[in-house]
């Protein structure tokens, strides 16, 4: 009989936690956006994340494009950033006329090569965008340094990154703006949804304003206007109060799952970390300024991967390779600049990500077990 396989990832839900929060929604009559619910799951965030202010969105990637239009961007504008991220990331910037420039990631975890960012700027670079991939972080304070002696604007798509630290101090509240992903795919999650974090406060009141389709909404709801009305662009980027309180609970208890999380990714470590000297594979490097939160585990193979992937898929196991890099795509070539860029060719095709999600009763001891003799089975 065929082995049953395991998933790459399985998102987690409370269900009692939320028919329990849709019964108090339904006694708050409000189940559009901006109510009850909304407002706990920005407190959460602000909170936990030591950000000044959040929106919450209905995705990472409306949270990258209110960061876009509060930037004002002009056509022909510059935004620094790693090819190696999801299209969300430059799509942002090209929707407001702005080119996205490309430039390498580092070898150690796949963050933004910091030693290309200052060759990379122009007089028509507005921001760097760093991606924290893995929930890893680069050594953000170099690029803060950077971005505030440019006089550009820093932004953080920490879209894999809620609770992953650097220097004890929570990713996505160094940069001017911050972006968060609550897909099904991430740590924490309400199917999809999203946040942008504000950490600069002259962009405060206009985030309000552009999250509301360019009203000034918040200041009528607030008694500070008689009436609402169209003052600014916008869209409708506001979470609805039904995924607010679907994505709650899971905030709630995101300490918790996300030990699970790092224990199961420090589980994989051990494992492979022998085959790293035997000079088959590496791993991402760890180091005392950053604290992950086990969202992606992944290894970067000498070679083979698709006979690699194919192995381990055939004895039930789901292991992906990850993005394309933006550069070499069809759009990238066509609304982009990019700028000598080696490792993430090199990366792209070898790295190979392993299921992780928080449930020991799938990613348990059994497993591991099983993940150690494959390895064994496979490098012998």
């Known amino acids: 009989m065929k082995k049953k396989m395991i998933p790459f990832n399985k998102a987690k839900t409370y269900d009692q936690e939320f028919l329990r929060n849709f019964r108090i929604l339904k006694k708050k009559t409000n189940y559009s956006a901006c109510g009850y619910y909304t407002k706990k799951c920005e407190k959460w965030i602000n909170r936990n994340l030591k950000t000044k202010f959040s929106v919450m969105t209905h995705s990472c990637t409306a949270a990258l494009e209110m960061a876009a239009l509060l930037l004002d961007l ?93 220097k004890n101090k929570p990713l996505g509240s160094f940069g001017d703006f911050a972006t968060l992903s609550f897909h099904e795919s991430k740590n924490m999650h309400c199917g999809q949804g999203g946040a942008l974090l504000i950490n600069n406060q002259k962009f405060i009141r206009r985030a309000k304003i552009i999250r509301d389709k360019g009203t000034n909404r918040d200041q009528f ?53 022998k085959y790293v000297k035997k000079g088959y594979l590496d791993l991402p490097t760890q180091n005392d300024y950053s604290q992950h939160n086990g969202h992606i585990f992944f290894v970067i193979l000498k070679n083979k991967r698709k ?74």
């Open 221 to 273: 709801s607030k008694n500070l206007v008689s009436k609402y009305s169209w003052v600014d662009v916008g869209s409708s980027f506001a979470l609805n109060e039904i995924l607010a309180s679907f994505l709650y609970p899971q905030l709630e208890k995101a300490k918790k799952n996300t030990k699970i999380r790092v224990s199961i990714w420090n589980s994989y470590y051990g494992l492979f970390k």
């Open 74 to 166: 002009k056509k022909n504008d510059e935004v620094i950033m790693p090819s190696y991220t999801f299209v969300s990331t430059a799509n942002a910037f090209v929707l407001r006329g702005a080119k996205p420039v490309f430039i390498d990631i580092n070898v150690e975890n796949l963050n933004i090569d910091i030693n290309q960012i200052e060759k990379a700027i122009t007089k028509k670079t507005k921001a760097i965008v760093i991606v924290h991939y893995a929930g890893m972080s680069c050594e953000i304070d170099k690029v803060k340094k950077i971005a505030k002696k440019r006089n550009i604007y820093l932004i953080e798509d920490a879209a894999h990154s809620i609770l992953a630290y650097y």
């Open 307 to 380: 006979d690699f992937i194919n192995f381990f898929k055939k004895r039930g196991i789901n292991c992906l390779f990850h993005y394309t890099p933006l550069h070499n795509s069809i759009a990238g070539k066509k609304f982009s600049i990019s700028k000598k860029i080696i490792n993430t060719n090199d990366i792209s095709n070898r790295i190979v990500r392993f299921p992780i999600f928080s449930d020991k009763k799938i990613l348990s001891k059994k497993y591991f077990e099983e993940i150690k003799f494959y390895l064994e089975e496979y490098f012998k």
